[in-house]
């Protein structure tokens, strides 16, 4: 296993609603990527902090939204659920943000708007 | 943006056949890594290629690395039941605001017949 935790496992919205999910990352990784799985899919790419900063960011509107913290975790916010947001929510940590470094994922999140 | 293509998206295969996955991005990669994702599980890191025309092995496992860097393949020699999952490829880009950002392909889903 990893040593990336993410919390909770399972989340069932309805729609317009807002989410906020959790991550921690592996000891001594400073970086945290957000990344959304949906069914028979490859993970998109959300967005990703360093340092507390977001440093990258996929094709997800700004209702998607991050935060992380100085211990490094991190949260994903989304608002204004929409039935296309059901998916599962993935967080990767690395050690640092530099081209290259290998993703090392948590168990997910599953969200399903109804 | 950027786009990675994975073939063929199934594979079925008795065990002790071989196994091979091809991944193509339409524009030139500064690195490419591929990751495993077991049925109901997460990604996993398996490795990382760099260099133009590279060749790694992991026992079973053979990554390759075209020499354009926009192409890569994994080859399994003889599956066994435990190689069950998808795999992805998962490009990455040096520089600009896509800067750490993975792109992965959409994953080969391989099924081994006992």
């Known amino acids: 296993e990893t040593g990336v935790t993410q919390s909770p496992t399972h989340l069932i919205k309805t729609r317009g609603q807002q989410v906020t999910l959790r991550c921690s990352s592996q000891s001594g990784h400073n970086t945290v990527s957000w990344y959304q799985q949906a069914l028979g899919q490859g993970p998109q790419f959300i967005f990703q902090y360093y340092r507390e900063e977001e440093n990258g960011r996929g094709n997800f509107p700004p209702r998607f939204s991050g935060l992380q913290f100085p211990n490094y975790s991190s949260e994903l916010n989304v608002n204004a659920l929409e039935l296309d947001d059901s998916a599962l929510y993935l967080c990767?940590?690395?050690?640092?943000?530099?081209?290259?470094?290998?993703?090392?994922f948590g168990p997910g999140t599953r969200l399903l708007v109804l | 943006g950027q786009q990675v293509m994975q073939i063929p998206q199934y594979q079925h295969v008795q065990e002790g056949e071989d196994f091979t996955t091809y991944c193509n991005s339409s524009?030139?990669?500064?690195?490419i890594q591929w990751y495993k994702q077991r049925p109901g599980g997460h990604p996993v890191f398996l490795i990382q290629?760099?260099?133009?025309?590279e060749v790694k092995k992991q026992k079973r496992l053979t990554f390759q690395f075209g020499e354009a860097k926009k192409n890569s393949s994994l080859h399994i020699t003889a599956t066994q039941t435990t190689d069950v999952g998808t795999y992805f490829c998962a490009g990455q880009n040096a520089g600009g605001t896509s800067y750490g950002k993975l792109t992965f392909g959409q994953g080969t889903i391989l099924t081994v017949h006992p």
């Open positions: 990767a940590s690395s050690l640092d943000s530099g081209v290259g470094r290998a993703q090392y």
């Open positions: 524009t030139t990669l500064s690195n």
């Open positions: 290629l760099v260099k133009s025309g």
